[in-house]
């Protein structure tokens, strides 16, 4: 017999009530474990094709803008502006998931990045493809908030860590087979692969919305509970510890990897370009070997223990890579820093999921959440640059792990959130003296 909003039955006689709860749990992880929503395929697979389809651009696009007769700097900044845009748009993003929901900014980023996509493939002049390409962030960071709001909405409380790898893993096979294909789409012309980019958006945001618009989980027709607000989320110290281990994600896993990583191969190793892309491909490939692993494993034992596993291990072998003296060594150093990362990606997106629920929306706390990795990106690319010009790249490297290591004390200092209540409002009759801490 079910309970409406209780455990699922009343315990047979002689049962203890402890007994069917831990009963009607272990059925739920069961049929998580077996059945995923449609939704979450749906959203997995459209995530690969945007991840593929970057990748297929990026190679191509400093090449493409100095076909424009501007400078080096010039042709990078198209780079940076893309990144920017996505910085700066994405309160206004956060906003826009609260007020319309999740799958219509979903929807639209999609569009938006399709279309100021296919336009850079008809400019004609440098300062037009500047503009489409800041369109194209705008678009990026609706899409990046709204799926994160999507992808909590749509997975089982049971399974957040299994998606969220998934999702993860998506990501980073269409970023690493992008280049790839870029490469050979490159062949067609310097405009050709923002076309087929183009192109494949528009069929994976028709593919999206046909499949979702009717769907109970990706828009609910009411909402049942209240927005979870930023200043709600914040009073969370689980949260908080979310926020800084993904500024330092951004900071050493893609501003340092990105930004010195090939520099130290040549300058202090002594080899070229190619093998910095291997060392990056060694990298990467650590980080799908753990991602999905790690996000069962976090279903099971929790968010937190592996949090402060994966951040620690990340930061020591950031810290010793930056002092390797030979390739092997440093491919070694940077594969354990992969999986490292691969440890706690996963968990870090369940755990903010669990934080908000799949009930409420919480448009802003997570474009915050967001941009604490895309400014750790931004300052860290920088600051790596200024600390190796200064000091040594050691001294890089050994900053960056201490960044990594610090996010892991905030994780020490966090509540596991697995099986906690999502964050709440607090009702007003409950401010006093004792409601000063956090929420229960």
């Not at 070694?332 to 755990?351: D, H, L, M, N, Y």
Request: proline share 5%; with cysteine.
């Amino acid at each position: 017999m079910r309970i409406p909003g209780g455990w699922g039955h009343l315990p047979l006689a002689g049962e203890s009530e402890a007994t069917g709860r831990t009963t009607a749990s272990a059925n739920e992880r069961q049929t998580s474990e077996l059945h995923l929503p449609g939704e979450v395929w749906i959203l997995i697979t459209a995530n690969g094709v945007i991840a593929l389809g970057y990748g297929v651009v990026s190679p191509v696009l400093p090449q493409y803008a100095r076909n424009f007769g501007v400078s080096i700097s010039a042709a990078t900044f198209v780079i940076t502006a893309f990144a920017a845009m996505r910085l700066c748009f994405a309160p206004i993003s956060g906003l826009l998931v609260q007020r319309l929901g999740e799958r219509r900014v979903y929807v639209a980023g999609i569009l938006i990045v399709s279309l100021s996509t296919g336009a850079c493939a008809f400019a004609q002049t440098y300062w037009q493809l500047l503009l489409f390409r800041s369109l194209g962030g705008i678009g990026s960071t609706l899409f990046f908030v709204s799926s994160l709001g999507l992808m909590i909405r749509v997975s089982p409380e049971d399974a957040r860590g299994r998606v969220a790898g998934m999702f993860s893993t998506a990501f980073l096979v269409g970023s690493v087979g992008g280049p790839v294909l870029g490469s050979v789409t490159a062949g067609l012309g310097l405009s050709a692969p923002f076309v087929i980019y183009g192109v494949a958006l528009l069929i994976a945001a028709a593919v999206v919305f046909f499949s979702l618009r009717h769907s109970s989980l990706a828009a609910p027709e009411e909402q049942t509970e209240p927005p979870v607000t930023l200043r709600v989320a914040l009073q969370q110290r689980a949260y908080r510890a979310a926020l800084l281990s993904n500024f330092a994600t951004g900071w050493a896993v893609f501003g340092l990897r990105m930004a010195l990583v090939p520099l130290f191969v040549g300058e202090v190793l002594g080899h070229g370009a190619r093998t910095a892309g291997i060392a990056l491909a060694v990298f990467a490939a650590g980080n799908v070997l753990a991602v999905i692993p790690s996000g069962y494993l976090s279903d099971r034992v929790g968010r937190r223990r592996l949090m402060i596993i994966g951040l620690s291990v990340s930061g020591v072998a950031t810290a010793i890579v930056g002092w390797a003296s030979s390739l092997p060594l440093f491919l070694a150093g940077a594969f354990v820093a992969g999986a490292a990362a691969g440890i706690f990606s996963s968990p870090q997106q369940a755990a903010v999921a669990d934080i908000i629920g799949s009930k409420a929306r919480a448009g802003t706390a997570l474009a915050t959440f967001q941009m604490m990795a895309d400014f750790g990106s931004i300052i860290g690319s920088l600051g790596v640059g200024e600390i190796a010009q200064h000091f040594s790249f050691g001294a890089a490297f050994v900053i960056s792990g201490g960044i990594l290591l610090g996010a892991a004390v905030g994780w020490v200092l966090a509540p596991e959130t697995r099986g906690r209540p999502p964050a709440q409002p607090t009702p007003v009759r409950a401010l006093g003296p004792e409601a000063c801490g956090e929420l229960p």
